[in-house]
């Protein structure tokens, strides 16, 4: 395996940075015109950059999720399962959450074109 971290790699560190970031513009502009997120805090999911910006503003309103990847794993149909670690505080630092979940990426001609949240399995081949 090479040092070098894949492109896919870099782009989904560089969206977990910009979202801990809160710069919504970085963030949105690795996603697909199409791109469905989940709404993990509230359930179901939003499609399109302007439906994804309402959901974080209104998400970073109310709580103070940052979500940090430890791992990135191959799967098939070339989609990428990220183990994050993930902390959520109310917004005056009382924390709501701290766990590991999992994250699935779909990317498309390089862009994220889905995220799921989803649980991590006990073992996880194909570490990236």
Known sequence: MSD???PEIELLRAAYAAFNARDI???LALMTPDVAWPKA???GFV???EEVRAYWTEQWSEINPHVEPISFYSEEAGRILVDVHQVVRDLVGGVLADEHVGHRFTLEHGLIQVM???PLPSSIPNQR
């Open 41 to 43: 805090f509230k359930g």
């Open 25 to 27: 513009d970085a963030a």
């Open 47 to 49: 499609r399109g950059p």
């Open 4 to 6: 070098q971290p894949a």
């Open 116 to 118: 799921e949240v989803c």
